[in-house]
T-cell receptor, first 111, second 114 residues
Framework: DAKTTQPTSMDCAEGRAANLPCNHS???????VYWYRQIHSQGPQYIIH???NNETNEMASLIITEDRKSSTLILPHATLRDTAVYYC????????????FGQGTTLQVKP | ETGVTQTPRHLVMGMTNKKSLKCEQH?????MYWYKQSAKKPLELMFV???????ENNSVPSRFSPECPNSSHLFLHLHTLQPEDSALYLC?????????????FGPGTRLTVL
């Protein structure tokens, strides 16, 4: 399974864009990049996923580099409710559906 | 997200007790999962079920016993637990086991073993 590396913590001012980086240099060609977040003591929440192309939905944008070795999750206008732990996950190849969570990035949105 | 529900939300039990955690999904999914999240540790996958059949047991001690009577319900039966088993237990579901499939999580059960 491809390993991901994320900064332990980040701060962002309310109303500004939050850019959360993730390195996944050992990703294989058919592995997807997924992002989840977990607000304190709640279940993880799916945000977005992608393979090669950049993706956007109502929550965020996902920018994947051309070599696929890193990606950035962008929350365009962070609010206080976006304070959470953000997990970048590379889906295991094969047909197990397994999600392997790391330590993630704790994003603190400040007023 | 109310597609996956878990009960109880909080549970305190002694080491000699027997209790069960319940998970129900209302999304029409075929795969269900149990995860454990201990304090300051990443989520750990415990069990995976697909169409009621267990497809993965991630070396979980036998004091945790899962049961999946149908695709909508998943139980985790607990007996003779240890204090170190205190954690947030999370249930998730997905359409199937495809690596492109999104998993939806319940709110979790906060378990304290005394």
């Amino acid at each position: 399974d491809a390993k991901t590396t994320q900064p332990t913590s980040m701060d962002c001012a309310e109303g500004r864009a939050a850019n959360l980086p993730c390195n996944h240099s050992t990703i294989s060609g058919n592995e997807y990049v997924y992002w989840y977040r977990q607000i304190h003591s709640q279940g993880p929440q799916y945000i977005i996923h992608g393979l090669k192309n950049n993706e956007t939905n109502e929550m965020a944008s996902l920018i994947i580099t051309e070599d696929r070795k890193s990606s950035t999750l962008i929350l365009p206008h962070a609010t206080l409710r976006d304070t959470a732990v953000y997990y970048c996950i590379v889906r295991a190849s094969g047909n197990t559906g397994k999600l392997i969570f790391g330590q993630g990035t704790t994003l603190q949105v400040k007023p | 997200e109310t597609g996956v529900t878990q009960t109880p939300r909080h549970l305190v039990m002694g080491m000699t007790n027997k209790k069960s955690l319940k998970c129900e999904q209302h999304l029409g999914h075929n795969a269900m999962y149990w995860y454990k999240q201990s304090a300051k540790k990443p989520l750990e996958l415990m069990f995976v079920y697909n169409f009621k059949e267990q497809t993965e047991n991630n070396s979980v001690p036998s004091r945790f016993s899962p049961e999946c009577p149908n695709s909508s319900h998943l139980f985790l039966h607990l007996h003779t637990l240890q204090p170190e088993d205190s954690a947030l237990y999370l249930c998730a579901s997905s359409q199937d086991l495809s690596r492109t499939d999104t998993q939806y999580f319940g709110p979790g059960t906060r378990l304290t073993v005394l």
